[in-house]
């Protein structure tokens, strides 16, 4: 089936987190004025400064850590078109709903380890936790198709292709996981979060 790739009226929340994430790192690595281990996600500051649940999102590492998840806005807009998206404000509202679910799982697999004294010591930023939820929502509703998230409809249809390239995507998105300096678990957590995110 031909699908129309051009410009819609979804676009703009995809160029608007776009931009976003680009102006931040202008601002915190090419310019400087705004020093970005303020925004780590760092859990034992989590309790005291809730706001690095956030703007560990929006942060990254480097250019190609920036780029990498640019291409993976690209990616999840092609697939939302692909299985046809009807509400306008989906995209933000995801966003927002997966920051706080995607802290939610990792809380939980804090606590599991301080149980058991173990008490992780890391930093993590970067918008790949919402890409792995996107992924794993998306994933989903290629099999079953997803007629309403929240009581809104969104109208996206199953899809075996979109279902074939997400599989292969997935899997080769949690092997580069396995890599040195990148998060495992904020690749998982985001994964996981995106699952269940197609539970509502």
Not at 16 to 35: C, H, N, Y
Not at 117 to 136: C, D, K, V
Not at 138 to 153: A, C, P
Not at 175 to 199: E, K, Q
């Amino acid at each position: 089936m031909a699908i129309n790739n051009s410009i819609s009226k979804y676009d703009w929340q995809f160029l608007a987190t776009g931009f976003f994430l680009i102006s931040v790192f202008i601002f915190t690595d090419l310019i400087g004025v705004i020093d970005k281990e303020y925004f780590y996600f760092v859990p034992k500051l989590i309790s005291d400064q809730p706001h690095r649940i956030f703007t560990s999102i929006i942060t990254h590492a480097d250019l190609n850590h920036l780029l990498s998840n640019l291409g993976g806005i690209i990616i999840t807009r092609y697939f939302l078109k692909r299985l046809g998206i009807k509400r306008r404000f989906f995209y933000l509202k995801f966003i927002l709903i997966c920051s706080f679910l995607n802290f939610l799982i990792i809380w939980v697999y804090e606590k599991i380890l301080s149980y058991f004294n173990i008490f992780p010591n890391y930093a993590a930023l970067g918008f790949s936790g919402i890409i792995y939820a996107l992924f794993g929502f998306l994933l989903l509703t290629s099999f079953y198709g997803k007629k309403y998230f929240l009581g809104k409809e969104i109208g996206l249809k199953s899809n075996y292709e979109v279902q074939k390239m997400l599989k292969t995507i997935c899997l080769i998105g949690f092997i580069f996981s396995f890599f040195p300096s990148v998060s495992l678990l904020g690749h998982l957590s985001g994964f996981i979060a995106g699952c269940l995110l197609f539970l509502i």
